[in-house]
């Protein structure tokens, strides 16, 4: 199992990115997807998840109606567009594979990736 996360970098305040999350390894299709992120000294936090339909989604409040989380079943790949970002979304961003929708918990996802850099600079 290979989650492979990309995308990161640093990015000035109000500038955008798009991570993407390349799977192998497992049934991509039968799995909901999500991102996480960790800042340092703090602990890992839920960012958005997506069913394995994609037919629902959900937002971490911090990051509603500026992230966007989508997938590509036929590409195995989950995507984030991360819009107007503020320093405070620095973190080292992960996706997970799990079977509960709209999880929040990172106890219900059960693969993860090792997580890419996201920095924005003020």
């Known amino acids: 199992v290979q989650l492979q996360a990309s995308g990161g970098g640093l990015v000035q305040a109000g500038g955008s990115l798009r991570l993407s999350c390349a799977a192998s390894?497992?049934?991509?299709?039968?799995?909901?997807m999500g991102w996480f992120r960790q800042a340092p000294g703090k602990e890992r936090e839920f960012v958005a998840a997506i069913s394995k339909s994609a037919y629902s989604r959900y937002y971490a409040t911090s990051v509603e109606n500026r992230f966007t989380i989508s997938r590509d079943n036929a590409k195995n790949t989950v995507y984030l567009q991360m819009n107007s970002l503020k320093p405070e979304d620095t973190a080292v961003y992960y996706c997970?594979?799990?079977?509960?929708?709209?999880?929040?918990?990172?106890?219900?996802?059960?693969?993860w990736g090792e997580g890419t850099q996201v920095t924005v600079s003020s």
């Open positions: 390894g497992f049934t991509f299709d039968e799995h909901d």
């Open positions: 997970a594979a799990g079977d509960v929708p709209d999880s929040k918990r990172p106890d219900d996802y059960n693969y």
